[in-house]
């Protein structure tokens, strides 16, 4: 059975077809510059590739290439889009009206597309993927839905609150969502699978480690807490975001600047994190190597992120009064073994001891890092968020 599964962004749409009789990835690309231009890269699993420029006004002309590039010329991986039983869409928000994935409908899209305000960079931008997929593929091919924020919903009220009057929740639903849900899901299934234990008996830290990072507390595999907020932004620190900041010190550099609200958003979101701290770069790996060569704020900014985690590890052993496993995933997680080594140096409190010699030597896998001494485990777990897209679409599809 082929599903495919779609990532769109306001001005990209990712794409992977799977084989889901043995989860193998056949194709993956993006048409991107959506609305600016159009480019499609193409890649399948045996080499070939499709990487061409092309004129993309909206959506829908990119979905009309994605089809294309599947179907028909040199890198073609079926026939017709009728081979291909389901289609899965990730989706940034869900608020509180979906906790789990769901089939599409009309009314469906327009519910994620009314959810734009929570997330004004992401969910228009499905809303008019799904819009423009509906119009592309067969009609008889299901469509689902699986949401970013579904895994956060089991957080109980005492940790999704702020303490902003009880009213901006009621009417605006201002609260903490958390953000990742699909990666979180995934790799503390994964972990608990390779732990050869039951995830209803796990107390887990995961740890998302990339462009965008956040920190989960996965109690018997629900989630209690999560260190993204009501949009992406909360928590750690990040490439470009600034993470948690006390927010007096956000209107008091707004109001140096004479920033708009809107103008704050971007200071925050695009010139902060690593790259507003160190001077250098958004990207870990230049943040590293500047560090190495003696670059005093790349050396800060890595210390003010291990140090972070540290922090989350500790507060959410104590929010589950208890902790098995730590895990790291995502692009800093799965390869950092600098950033993986500073955060578990200094927790044996916690009873965290790595070996740090195969920390050094592993980057990209499933490994169990920690020393068969150590009271809590420590792994890393790539991340796959994409199979577990379409390993929801299937399930719902199958029902
Ligand atoms: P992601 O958003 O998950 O793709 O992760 C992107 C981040 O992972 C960037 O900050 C990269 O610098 C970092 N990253 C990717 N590969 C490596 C690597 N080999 N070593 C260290 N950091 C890496």
Redesign the pocket.
């Known amino acids: 059975m082929l599903v495919l599964v779609v990532n769109a962004g306001s001005s990209s749409l990712k794409y992977q077809l799977l084989n889901m009789d043995d989860e193998s990835v056949l194709a993956k690309g993006n048409c991107d510059r959506i609305g600016i231009g159009g480019h499609v890269s193409h890649k399948t699993a045996d080499g070939r590739t499709v990487d061409e420029d092309c004129s993309f006004p909206t959506h829908t002309e990119a979905f009309q290439k994605l089809v294309e590039v599947l179907t028909t010329g040199d890198a073609a991986v079926i026939k017709s889009m009728d081979e291909i039983s389901a289609v899965g869409h990730r989706i940034v928000q869900g608020a509180e009206v979906f906790d789990r994935p769901c089939l599409v409908t009309p009314e469906i899209i327009d519910q994620i597309d009314e959810l734009r305000e929570l997330a004004p960079v992401h969910n228009h931008a499905h809303a008019l993927a799904l819009r423009a997929c509906s119009a592309v593929i067969p009609a008889t091919t299901p469509q689902v839905v699986v949401f970013d924020t579904a895994f956060h919903q089991t957080m109980p009220p005492k940790a999704y609150m702020f303490g902003l009057p009880y009213e901006d929740y009621e009417t605006y639903h201002v609260r903490k969502y958390g953000f990742h849900g699909t990666s979180h899901r995934f790799v503390s299934a994964a972990l608990a699978e390779a732990m050869g234990k039951d995830i209803k008996d796990l107390k887990i830290v995961s740890c998302h480690l ?3 990072s956040s920190i989960t507390a996965v109690d018997g595999g629900k989630c209690v807490d999560t260190s993204m907020g009501f949009t992406p932004l909360d928590g750690l620190l990040m ?1 470009t975001r600034c993470g948690a900041v006390d927010p007096s010190a956000v209107t008091y550099v707004a109001d140096k600047h004479g920033f708009t609200p809107d103008e704050m958003s971007q200071y925050m979101n695009k010139k902060s994190g690593f790259l507003g701290v160190s001077g250098v770069s958004s ?3 230049d943040l ?1 190597a500047a560090a190495a060569e003696g670059n005093d704020r790349a050396k800060l900014a890595g210390e003010m992120l291990a140090y972070e985690i540290q922090k989350y590890i500790g507060s959410y052993a104590a929010a589950m009064n208890g902790l098995d496993a730590v895990l790291f995933t ?3 997680g799965e ?2 073994w600098e950033v993986r080594e500073a955060v578990c140096k200094n927790m044996s409190f916690f009873g965290i001891e790595i070996d740090e010699a195969l920390n050094r030597s592993t ?1 990209g896998e499933l490994m169990k890092l920690s020393t068969a001494d150590s009271k809590v485990e420590v792994w890393i777990v790539p991340t796959n968020e994409e199979l577990l897209i379409a390993r929801d679409t299937l399930a719902l599809i199958s029902k």
């Open positions: 990339g462009n965008g490439g990207d870990n790996r590293t995502g692009g800093i390869n950092s980057r």
